[in-house]
């Protein structure tokens, strides 16, 4: 912090994160969204799944083109969007348009839609995707590519359709909007349903929408969800 102000480190535009893990900044900084929201691509082939795909700056897809060619990615085989707020799902009308048309989009629908809000959350995610276009995605649901498998974990609290995705191979996860900044879960309406330090949270790396987290940063990740469960306990008596 400096003069009240949260200080961000400077961090790449793009960014191979591992042999199977690209990251592409989506050119959007904010307070929301601190140096942009992260997209990555990810498999072995070719062809790779995109997660999320930032707010709709079109100089973000230049970044995603430029990310593409540094990782071989030909083509975008299908789009995973971890919520609903259009710093995550406003970019896959123009991806479709440069890089589509038809890729496939998935995304968690759950039965009743969230009220809008501001900032993030400010934008009515079926004015942007059609309802009827999501291809659903289900809890526990395993999203294959060559060379990766994702496995989708519910974790609501931010959005109430969020997902944490788990990168089996590298035993890595990417957790999107419930981590932010560096070590920070928002606090979920059902504390049991987000991330649980004694299972996912032992993974080997971690990514938030403020980069990788290693494990130290894991470790203090599980310390503030052990401390906030201990606050809410009174209140949520079954919380893991």
């Not at 929301?32 to 498999?43: D, E, I, K, R």
């Not at 498998?149 to 419930?178: C, Q």
Request: charged share 25%.
């Amino acid at each position: 912090m400096k003069a009240g102000n949260q200080e961000l480190p400077d961090i790449p535009q793009i960014d191979v994160l591992s042999p199977l893990v690209t990251v592409a900044l989506g050119q959007n900084p904010s307070s929301f969204s601190l140096q942009g929201t992260n997209t990555y691509l990810v498999g072995r082939g070719p062809r790779k799944i995109l997660i999320d795909s930032g707010e709709g700056r079109l100089e973000y897809l230049d970044t995603l083109e430029d990310a593409m060619r540094q990782c071989g990615c030909e083509a975008i085989e299908q789009i995973v969007i971890t919520h609903w707020h259009h710093d995550h799902l406003g970019g896959v009308p123009s991806i479709q348009e440069r890089f589509g048309p038809n890729i496939p989009v998935r995304k968690f629908m759950p039965e009743d839609q969230e009220a809008l809000s501001g900032g993030e959350g400010a934008i009515d995610p079926y004015s942007i995707w059609p309802r009827e276009a999501f291809d659903p995605l289900h809890d526990g649901e395993e999203v294959r590519t060559e060379g990766a498998t994702l496995r989708a974990i519910f974790t609501p609290g931010h959005a109430n359709d969020h997902v944490a995705l788990v990168l089996e191979e590298e035993g890595s996860m990417f957790t999107a909007d419930n981590v932010l900044g560096v070590v920070r879960p928002l606090p979920p309406p059902s504390p049991g349903r987000c991330l649980d330090a004694s299972a996912d949270w032992r993974l080997g790396w971690a990514t938030g929408d403020s980069g990788v987290l290693r494990p130290r940063a894991l470790h203090r990740l599980a310390r503030a969800h052990a401390h906030r469960l201990q606050r809410r306990r009174p209140r949520y008596p079954n919380a893991t």
